[in-house]
């Protein structure tokens, strides 16, 4: 369990340190709650240390901050750094009565991905995930499968479809969908890549030409295919939420649904859900202050403005019974996909088997140019074909 640290007079003033890799609108958003929290507190001080997402994972590994550095009191992390936050004893378990609250606000999913059977180590606060953003103006129905998009005739000079080829989250789904599941008996990560390099070869008729490469990997990635999309030139792309504002903004229709399968494929596609949690550290000599500031950020109103500042999905029940936060049909796609997911299992093993498919991953897409479909199996395998 997390120590608790009591406040009393002789002490002054409590000084909390929060560790984000939050930037710009989020880390403002974060910001402006912290500092309301600390005047509904008392005699607080929030301070907000913000790190890319690497260098925090390594400042919380570390058993000791740098020598004249307060150790960080709380940090906004992806859920599935929990598990090894917890085998190194960096967080602790919440006490039952927080967890009581939390089973009685949020959906289930957001729970199960911040625990270990009943025991939960972090407070979820918003839930991301991939879904089909299309032009509904191209489409008859919405696309019953990524084949189907794929064979579709389109105006001269208009892509298909477009997904970032680079990013294992991205492809998961379509890899899950193609071999049947995405995890084995044990819950660690499926990624075969004989599967892998079948999936990227039916995909081809996305990636194979010049533009459709420079669709589907590359620097500044989501900029290019919003901007694509706004000027007819793709009609499909797998997109987060986090564009949504791009897309609106666009002036193009556009529509969100759960990714289609593929055809030939064993299973549906289900995108895999990343939450945000914020976790308190065990060493923290005000833990009863930070369980506390915990908690006040899935309270209802500044859940919801933090998930409007990021634009990322809310995880409060109440947030979906009275559609606050969820303005506009993008965002029902998005919850359906969250719906039809499956979250990230928080466990190193896991951990493992996403950064070996980043590495096949990397030495596929990292060429200038499309390779022919018959040399994606030597290419995934780190070898020229």
Not at 93 to 113: D, F, K, N, T, Y
Not at 237 to 248: K, N, S, Y
Request: glycine share 10%.
């Amino acid at each position: 369990m997390l120590a608790i640290g009591c406040r009393d007079a002789s002490e002054g003033r409590a000084h909390l340190v929060v560790g984000t890799f939050w930037a710009g609108a989020g880390e403002q958003a974060l910001q402006r709650e912290l500092i309301r929290i600390a005047h509904d507190l008392g005699p607080v001080n929030i301070e907000v240390r913000r790190f890319s997402a690497s260098a925090l994972l390594d400042y919380l590994n570390r058993s000791q901050p740098r020598e004249g550095r307060q150790p960080l009191d709380l940090a906004i992390v992806p859920h599935d750094w929990l598990g090894q936050l917890v085998q190194r004893e960096i967080i602790g378990e919440l006490p039952a009565e927080r967890v009581l609250v939390l089973r009685q606000r949020l959906i289930g999913q957001a729970l199960q991905a911040a625990s270990e059977g009943r025991r939960v180590f972090g407070y979820p606060i918003s839930a991301e995930v991939f879904a089909l953003v299309y032009d509904p103006t191209l489409f008859g129905y919405p696309p019953r499968s990524i084949e189907e998009i794929l064979a579709t005739r389109f105006a001269a000079g208009v892509l298909p479809f477009a997904l970032d080829i680079g990013a294992p989250a991205s492809l998961a789904p379509l890899v899950g969908s193609f071999q049947g599941t995405l995890t084995d008996a044990d819950g660690n990560l499926m990624w075969r890549a004989a599967t892998v390099a079948e999936v990227l070869r039916r995909l081809a008729p996305a990636w194979g030409t010049a533009a459709g490469w420079r669709a589907c990997r590359g620097s500044d990635l989501e900029s290019l295919q919003v901007q694509l999309f706004a000027e007819g030139k793709l009609a499909s792309f797998i997109a987060g939420p986090w564009l949504l504002e791009a897309l609106e903004g666009s002036g193009r229709p556009f529509a969100v649904m759960p990714i289609p399968p593929l055809a030939s494929g064993m299973a549906p596609a289900r995108a895999l859900v990343g939450y945000q949690c914020v976790v308190v550290s065990r060493e923290s000599r005000w833990g009863d202050l930070a369980l506390e500031i915990g908690a006040r950020l899935v309270r209802e109103k500044a859940n919801e403005r933090i998930n409007r500042a990021t634009r990322r999905l809310p995880v409060l029940l109440r947030a979906y019974e009275s559609k606050q936060g969820l303005a506009g049909p993008g965002s029902f796609g998005f919850l359906r996909a969250l719906e039809q997911g499956q979250f990230v299992p928080a466990t190193e093993r896991w951990s493992e088997g996403l950064a070996h498919a980043q590495r096949q991953l990397d030495a596929f897409a990292g060429r200038t140019r499309p390779p022919a479909p018959g040399d994606v199996a030597a290419l995934l395998a780190g070898s020229e074909p």
